[in-house]
């Protein structure tokens, strides 16, 4: 059975950091691309980053770009996302979901979600 | 970025109902279009992926068909639990998601 399980969420001050984490089992982790998807209180979902297999094909939204690196370590077969600078729009659940694909790019598509890590952005 | 736009945003109907929401894309995103359904408090569930193709274990109830900038989703008997937000995304560039359509109980 497939199971992601995000972790690192929390209360943080505008213009702090955070690490998120999400651990994966049930699958084959290195043969997968992995994306972060997002979603704040009340609202739709937003495309954060993502990571192809190897590490490679990395992707970010424009609204998170040069501020949040996503990184994977295959051997613990675990997905990171780091966020720094952090702003109140911020603020939301943070859900890992792995790819049906090895790479990110065109066709990609979500099969299996976690459920979700909360970060909230506020002083 | 390419902007997903569904209608209806909300929709009422009842259990036994032929039900369709649309996706409109800003730009032509061939056949790399997903559906999602999501349950309150609950993660996303892909149903559909590439327009039509169903995901593993999704019932055959649910269909989805379009290509270049209009896609749609039917399910063509409603049931229960099928009460829900739907999701439309492309996969042509960086993934952008529609606003959601909330398919309520009449």
């Known amino acids: 059975e497939v199971q992601l399980v995000e972790s690192g969420g929390g209360l943080v001050q505008p213009g702090r950091s955070l690490r998120l984490s999400c651990a994966a089992s049930g699958f084959t982790f290195d043969d997968y691309a992995m994306h972060w998807v997002r979603q704040a209180p009340g609202k739709g979902l937003e495309w954060v980053s993502g990571i192809g297999w190897k590490s490679g094909n990395i992707g970010y939204a424009d609204s998170v770009k040069g501020r949040f690196t996503i990184s994977r370590d295959n051997a613990k077969n675990s997905l990171y996302l780091q966020m720094n600078s952090l702003r109140t729009e911020d603020t939301a659940l943070y859900y890992c979901?792995?790819?049906?694909?090895?790479?990110?790019?065109?066709?990609?598509?979500?099969?299996?979600w976690g459920q979700g890590t909360m970060v909230t952005v506020s002083s | 970025d390419i902007q997903m736009t569904q209608s209806p945003s909300s929709l009422s109907a009842s259990v036994g109902d032929r039900v369709t929401i649309t996706c409109r894309a800003s730009?032509?995103?061939?056949?790399?279009l997903n559906w999602y359904q999501q349950k309150p408090g609950k993660a996303p569930k892909l149903l559909i992926y590439a327009a039509s193709s169903l995901q593993s274990g999704v019932p055959s109830r649910f269909s989805g068909s379009g290509s270049g900038t209009d896609f749609t989703l039917t399910i063509s008997s409603l049931q229960p639990e099928d009460f829900a937000t739907y999701y439309c995304?492309?996969?042509?560039?960086?993934?952008?998601f529609g606003q959601g359509t909330k398919l309520q109980i009449k």
């Open positions: 995304q492309q996969s042509y560039s960086s993934p952008t």
């Open positions: 730009q032509s995103i061939s056949r790399y």
């Open positions: 979901a792995k790819d049906y694909r090895a790479v990110t790019g065109t066709g990609n598509a979500f099969d299996f």
